[in-house]
């Protein structure tokens, strides 16, 4: 099996969406890039996560886009995952799943306030919603599109990849990243939790706003960057 | 035993039910429909599902409603199954469950709008609410017409049951269906999901209306019908 | 072991209470009356359910209250208990838990309206929820008092145990009962679900109100009553 | 191992946090102190419930602050737990989790109103929310300054650690304490239930204010102080 290694830890990751309760069914895709190989995988179209094998897993070229190894036809959503691979440089694992409470902050196309530290440990600043797609946007390309659409966000915004490694499609579902895919599946759990909190605590009290600077700081920045005290090494 | 792969493939669908949390106690029941042999068969009235085997399940004549092999008492039901067999030919499996989110919806007598892409890849459109039965209707035959009332709403609002495979009862509860029993309890997991998401999203955001008609049409198209992209074969 | 089968009953209801989610830690208690021997049995105060066996079980006089078999101590609500198998000679089980849903229509203090079916085919009109007590109902004799306000409530408003099979008690949490212990827990778990359901519905919809006499009728007497057609056996 | 029971029992209350569903990833830690040794021991930072060991477990120095065993870093929030072990010296373990429901009232900056029984057994009166710490507060000392804030809430509301074994740090999350490292994640687990209960109350009614005085004196002192008649001992 050609690319052994990557396609089992993509395979790893896409069963611990399911694992982990982000999904049900097969509503979630996971992938990893090899950028010194130009190929990323990522599951095969509407295989269900019990049955998904290393195997399985499609593996395209991230300069054409095309399968390059894979017997299965690779996920619908291949050319957001593509386009974010192209967009993002720094990142090496994508997931993208439709984890409700998540779900339910892109339907309502708002992006998630910062109300606490459960939020700012991991993420530097409100999680943002694209804009919608146009009609043009959406009948050409469409996938491709909605990849176009979270780069156009981030770029317009001054957003960096890293620091915000999540988003909220508008209308549609969240898509978050990290050093490989394993990670961005972890960040795509956190998300949801986030955004789940975010939802009661706008229930308890729908004027509150967010949290202020010197505590986005302050948790961010214990958890990333270089001078990081959190867990067992420092993060260089 | 007579007709006992469609018997074990409804105690299947049946058992499904429970093991993917649409129903407590025994709260639902899951039918199949064998058109050539002019029968469908659907769970006992009142059996827990851990303890049901395909011997348990009854065989309804689909010309008379009435039960053609099977010991046990069919499902309370199973006069709306019935009907909708007769009034909606291209289905060939249905599920019935009070799934939490999707019967507060049924309560609420409101159809679901279609708020995101979640909907849009099952159901073309908002999921319909039927108007409530008259005291006539729930005074004699009540079940029947349950049935009725649901090919009614479909009929008067030019609803095509494969592109719109469930709807809500009003005051009582979700049916879905689909090619077979199995696949309608899939589609019973899709709604509460769908289900319990747009509730999410209205408590977010009271004022979300519903999707464009180009994001329903992609989403909903790139899984079914002849152009379909999704998954590992076209259907056809 | 004296009542050797009873208190076995009377344990598996009580880690039923456990199984089916109904109770964190030790809040909730399962009992069971044998009148003929003229005592009941009930879960011992504050013993976890996954540790419990028949001999933990406390056996109580009905005619005194007082403990007659058993080591431990009885439930501290054995006195609510008590007084409900005197008010309603025609229960055999009562359960009392905080599940959570329930318990929040109980601290709101007000009764759950009937929403649809799945309510009516257990309880056949809203679920009542008593007065407050009085500071000198709580100071003397509580939980005997707090027998006394559910059984006031059930006479001052017509109400009959075996139809209306669970209260809410103000700013406290639910009671259910039965024919025995475990289908008092069984109650216990509809009016859990019926009480999410019910949230979440006006959630969705604040104006609900309740469903017409004649679905409750329908729903509730197709279940319970000599013209019964729910299940395998018509019920006496 | 050196303070090898005290480690063990820390290792055995960590996992519980995770058992028990009140933190996903590594998003919660449990301590415990020996006075008479002098030493707190307390879960390593960023270690997964599952694959912590006893031998992990830091031991810090009640005196200094510092770690006196253990190879790994103790958890980012130590300083935390020792100034909580200083300002109350009645407690003998502390419990710090991120649990949806507490911490979307942390985030919503309120205290819980004590609306019932279930809260009253456990908590003494509304559970406080203390105040934001400062941008100064938060720049130097941050994770000290939060055991501050609450040291700060209880002294200044004279509220005492025993009666009142819980607080919500504001825009963060809740801390829990009892006789012993496995105690503080009981009280944690309470604490989430009555947080998700009381968001649950003021869904169905916003307008409840809290129970009377007589009610909640009776539910606290059935269970705690020299009168208590819960369980199966006298607690002296």
Chains 1, 2, 3, 4 share one sequence.
Not at 20 to 27: D, F, R
Not at 96 to 108: K, L, M
Not at 122 to 148: M, S, V, W
Request: glycine share 8%.
């Amino acid at each position: 099996m050609s690319f052994g290694a990557l396609r089992e830890r993509v395979c790893a990751a896409n069963r611990e969406i399911n694992r982990v309760g982000l999904a049900i069914l097969t509503w979630g895709n996971a992938s990893e890039v090899d950028r010194e190989a130009g190929v990323f995988a990522i599951k095969p179209s509407g295989i269900e996560y019990d049955k998904l094998t290393p195997e399985d897993i499609s593996v395209v070229s991230l300069e054409t886009g095309e399968p390059v190894a894979g017997a299965l036809n690779p996920s619908s959503d291949t050319a957001s995952h593509w386009h974010l691979y192209r967009a993002f440089p720094e990142i090496g694992g994508i997931a993208h799943t439709h984890s409700p409470y998540a779900t339910a902050w892109a339907q309502a196309q708002r992006e998630i306030p910062c109300l606490g530290t459960t939020h700012a440990d991991a993420f530097y600043g409100a999680i943002p919603c694209t804009r919608p797609l146009t009609q043009a946007e959406i009948e050409t390309a469409y996938e491709l599109n909605t990849g176009k659409v979270i780069a156009e966000h981030f770029s317009e915004n001054g957003l960096r990849a890293l620091e915000m490694p999540g988003v909220l499609v508008s209308a549609h579902a969240p898509f978050t990243w990290g050093s490989d895919a394993l990670q961005a599946v972890v960040t795509g759990q956190v998300l949801e939790e986030v955004a789940k909190i975010a939802a009661a605590t706008l229930a308890i009290d729908p004027g509150q706003g967010g949290v202020d600077q010197s505590l986005l700081d302050k948790h961010y920045l214990r958890k990333h960057g270089k001078d990081a005290t959190y867990g067992q090494e420092k993060t260089a």
